[in-house]
């Protein structure tokens, strides 16, 4: 028999082995748990910020039903302990329900298939599936980045595992009205079926996931990172151009492409010094062959003196021959693993995993990174291979502080991010951003700038990072960018890669982050500085990639997108601001500002760039004309000037120079 009790607030229920917990989380959003374990385990997950609510739980006076509401949200409890969610007093949401009889929507009893379903595992924790009746007319966003020609995820499954491009940030939005976080850090799986809505764990202690139902995308988004968490402010400082290519290997060679920019009048933000400038992973330090001590300090102070930032590149991987691996492994601040050797990666070097769940590990990292890098004048760093990549991604095999990899891993690009956003902290580095590969729910307000990894370079990967900025913003992730023309490229010559990178370059204009970057092919032209095996000088490079290393016409495209860049600073601040103070993305699907407009929730090539700009990006190779819907009001072109009216669509001209993005008025 089901009991049912009022718990300061919350509800609380008791059916046979299982104990069930519906608290209010925020406005008009409910926390539910639950677990077969004799005591609720006491994770916040991602759910770390204070929050008020104002939930009421009333029990029938049988004690056969009960119901918690705050706000606009209600949640339901039959005798059976189904959860029935309500937006209004209307049902936006039902767990599966196999039983005869009763009201609500109902499978044969002879289907054995239960809501909530804990399966034991070798440890004493559960593969955990909860599922819920789908609706097959909902639409579903969201979910942080993956990487597909998709933005409406309805018939949809998605692996909730961190991997290089591939970020699990499991949020989604409905068109009905609610949004739903699976708070739930380990491996598993979301499957959005018409016939059924599922989510998985691979394995944890708990069924944890937190639901909001408002009016509108923006409201839902406003109460989750109410929830989780929001992004600081970004400084103005960083909103015009990045420099970046693989890479530069010497203090002679970034000042050679520093003082070119400053000959053309061009201002650097930021440029960065990449991978293996190091001598062996895990040492986070300069190979002193390469950058010397004095022109490393030469190199910082006449950047400085420009006025440009410098990021260098740091990685979680430790080669065992690093001047830290022997001290690391003996303090347990690597990632372990249950079977066979520790090491775990094998990129250039045998190399383990720093475990940045161990508050221990995460301060010897940032005291390293501070005395070889901070001191020296590096002000900003680059968390790379923060999924953390791996040889394989045997998440069950990898053992964290935390726990296994299958019930922990998805937060491990958050731990990554902390152990340098406290440190920074302390240090009054407060307004440093770090880019990192990876995220996951709450990232954001660690400073983390998302950027979306190794990608081909070519229109469909192209069209695949315009729909995954758009999920991003959606999970709360609004710090986010990409390399511009895609990270792999064979021959930088090719006049096809160049018509992209143009495409690329002018689309990164309306994106939070202008930054160059990419691996410029073919790399077996370019001699290795010296013939060992290992240091700053015996890694590959790529050719170059600055905006003049493209041609006399692609240059002048990307100057008059450069000056357009530059002249949008203040209203990109604006945005950041109200990020800040609300969650809002920078990039936002078009449904999140028109709502009220049917075609917007079906538009996945053309976003808002705030409220005032709407982008329609060239995603296709010799396109020289768009079309492009424009929602009702008034509209007025970018290159041209030339006014439209909204509610319809248009087609408008693109050639090479030109990409349509329109004001509205």
Request: net charge negative.
């Amino acid at each position: 028999m089901i009991r049912f009790n009022d718990n300061n607030g919350g509800l609380l229920m008791r059916l046979r082995d299982e104990t069930v917990m519906i608290d209010g989380w925020g406005k008009n959003a409910l926390r539910f748990r639950a677990t077969r374990r004799a005591q609720m385990p006491a994770h916040a997950h991602a759910l770390t910020e204070e929050v008020a609510h104002e939930a009421k739980v009333t029990i029938a006076a049988d004690g056969e039903s009960a119901e918690i509401v705050n706000g606009r949200i209600k949640a339901t409890v039959n005798s059976v302990g189904i959860i029935c969610i309500y937006r209004d007093d209307k049902l936006i949401l039902q767990e599966y329900y196999s039983c005869y009889g009763g009201s609500i929507r109902k499978h044969p009893i002879c289907y054995k298939l239960v809501a909530r379903e804990y399966k034991g595992i070798s440890s004493d924790d559960f593969k955990i599936t909860v599922r819920f009746e789908a609706d097959p007319d909902e639409k579903l966003y969201g979910m942080g980045q993956y990487q597909m020609p998709i933005l409406e995820l309805k018939g949809c499954t998605l692996p909730l595992e961190q991997r290089n491009s591939q970020v699990s940030v499991p949020l989604v939005i409905s068109d009905r009205g609610y949004g739903m976080l699976w708070n739930n850090p380990a491996t598993g799986e979301a499957a959005f079926g018409k016939n059924i809505t599922k989510w998985v764990s691979t394995e944890s202690d708990m069924i944890d996931y937190w639901i909001t139902a408002d009016e509108t995308p923006a409201d839902i988004v406003r109460n989750y990172t109410e929830c989780v968490g929001r992004a600081p402010v970004m400084s103005k400082d960083y909103l015009g151009l990045w420099q970046c290519k693989l890479r530069y290997r010497t203090p002679e060679e970034v000042l050679e492409v520093a003082r070119k920019y400053k000959e053309l009048g061009i201002h650097l933000d930021v440029i960065v010094i990449d991978f293996f400038h190091w001598p062996y992973q895990g040492d986070w330090k300069f190979d002193d062959k390469y950058w010397p001590e004095d022109k490393l300090k030469a190199m910082v102070d006449e950047l400085h003196g420009m006025g440009t930032k410098i990021m260098v590149s740091v990685w979680p991987s430790v080669d065992k021959r690093s001047e830290n691996y022997y001290k690391m492994e003996q303090y347990g601040l690597i990632s372990s693993t249950d079977i066979g050797s520790l090491q775990t990666y094998d990129y250039q070097g045998d190399c383990a995993t720093v475990d940045f769940f161990n508050p221990e590990a995460r301060e010897f990292v940032w005291e390293t990174c501070k005395r070889n890098y901070r001191d020296r004048g590096i002000d900003l760093f680059w968390l790379d291979n923060s999924e953390p990549d791996s040889a394989s991604y045997d998440f069950e095999n990898h053992r964290y502080y935390a726990g296994r990899g299958s019930k922990v891993s998805c937060e491990y690009p958050k731990m990554y991010l902390r152990a340098f956003a406290e440190g920074q902290d302390k240090n009054g580095d407060s307004e440093a951003v770090n880019l990192i590969r990876s995220a996951w729910v709450g990232s954001q307000k660690y400073r983390g700038l998302v950027w979306t990894g190794d990608v081909q370079s070519n229109f469909e990967s192209f069209r695949d990072q315009v729909i995954a900025g758009q999920s991003m913003g959606l999970a709360g992730i609004p710090w986010w960018t990409t390399d511009i023309g895609g990270f792999m490229t064979d021959d930088y010559k090719d006049p096809d890669f160049v018509e992209l990178l143009i495409r690329w370059y002018q689309y990164a204009v309306f994106c939070p982050i202008f930054r160059m970057h990419g691996d410029r092919g073919p790399n077996w032209d370019i001699p290795a500085l010296d013939d060992r095996d290992f240091g700053g000088g015996y890694l590959y490079t790529g050719h170059p990639n600055e905006i003049w290393s493209y041609g006399d016409e692609c240059f002048e495209i990307m100057k008059k997108y450069l000056a357009l860049r530059i002249s949008l600073k203040d209203y990109i601040a604006e945005l950041m601001e109200e990020t800040s103070k609300t969650g809002a993305p920078l990039i936002r699907t078009m449904f999140y500002e028109f709502p009220e407009d049917k075609k917007c929730w079906e538009l996945t090539d053309q976003f808002m760039f705030g409220s005032r700009y709407l982008v329609a990006p060239v995603l296709a190779l010799g396109a020289r004309e768009l079309t492009v819907y424009l929602p009702a009001g008034k509209w007025e072109s970018l290159s041209d000037g030339t006014a439209f009216d909204g509610g319809r669509f248009v087609t408008v001209p693109a050639p090479l120079d030109t990409m349509p993005v329109f004001r509205r008025v």
